[in-house]
T-cell receptor, first 114, second 110 residues
Framework: KAGVTQTPRYLIKTRGQQVTLSCSPI?????VSWYQQTPGQGLQFLFE???????NKGNFPGRFSGRQFSNSRSEMNVSTLELGDSALYLC?????????????FGPGTRLTVL | KQEVTQIPAALSVPEGENLVLNCSFT??????LQWFRQDPGKGLTSLLL???SQREQTSGRLNASLDKSSGRSTLYIAASQPGDSATYLC?????????WGAGTKLIIKP
């Protein structure tokens, strides 16, 4: 069974631009969560989607948004990029939305904002 | 508000030693606790998951314990090897999201 895939793996953008990252969950998984990892803040929860609905959201500005499609693939979008958005963005999938379920992580997308 | 702390922040030991990494959390209302390793510039590799009803999990040379009442988990690594060098992260599932510790950077000296 294929794991969680994320595209692209690396991305370089300039301030003010917008970016879209993609995550394909493990087949049969319906929940996708997104996390941001930076050297200063560590790993932080962005949001979770289940059955095309955002179920939970972390403490990030509205420039960060996401969506989930009917095939459970998810995208996250960051508009008006800032230097501080440079980070490793990780997505994780699980079978359902229960907190007891294990999350499986993709390799991440490394975003650099210049 | 759930907070997760990992001590020490960094650890350097000679190859072959047994070692313990610590993780503490402030709110015992968790679904589970996971230990991950992360190699430099890479994503996360799940090592062990302990459900809230469990006390420990084992995988090969790794053993993780969970004491919910005291808000603590330990990751025991037996007979450490240079390939174990990585950053080890613990995360608790709380309020439908993972709350992360800052990690312990482990270096195993040959």
């Amino acid at each position: 069974k294929a794991g969680v895939t994320q595209t692209p793996r690396y991305l370089i953008k300039t301030r003010g631009q917008q970016v879209t990252l993609s995550c394909s969950p493990i087949s049969g998984h319906r929940s996708v969560s997104w996390y941001q990892q930076t050297p200063g803040q560590g790993l932080q929860f962005l949001f979770e989607y289940f059955s095309e609905t955002q179920r939970n959201k972390g403490n990030f500005p509205g420039r960060f948004s996401g969506r989930q499609f009917s095939n459970s693939r998810s995208e996250m979008n960051v508009s008006t990029l800032e230097l501080g958005d440079s980070a490793l963005y990780l997505c994780a999938s699980s079978v359902g939305t229960s907190g007891s379920l294990e999350q499986f992580f993709g390799p991440g997308t490394r975003l650099t904002v210049l | 508000k759930q907070e997760v702390t990992q001590i020490p922040a960094a650890l350097s030991v000679p190859e072959g030693e047994n070692l313990v990494l610590n993780c503490s959390f402030t709110d015992s209302a968790i679904y589970n606790l996971q230990w991950f390793r992360q190699d430099p510039g890479k994503g996360l590799t799940s090592l062990l998951l302990i459900q809230s009803s469990q006390r420990e999990q084992t995988s090969g040379r790794l053993n993780a314990s969970l004491d919910k009442s005291s808000g603590r988990s330990t990751l025991y690594i037996a007979a450490s090897q240079p390939g174990d060098s990585a950053t080890y992260l613990c995360a608790v599932s709380s309020n439908y999201q993972l709350i992360w510790g800052a990690g312990t950077k482990l270096i195993i000296k040959p």
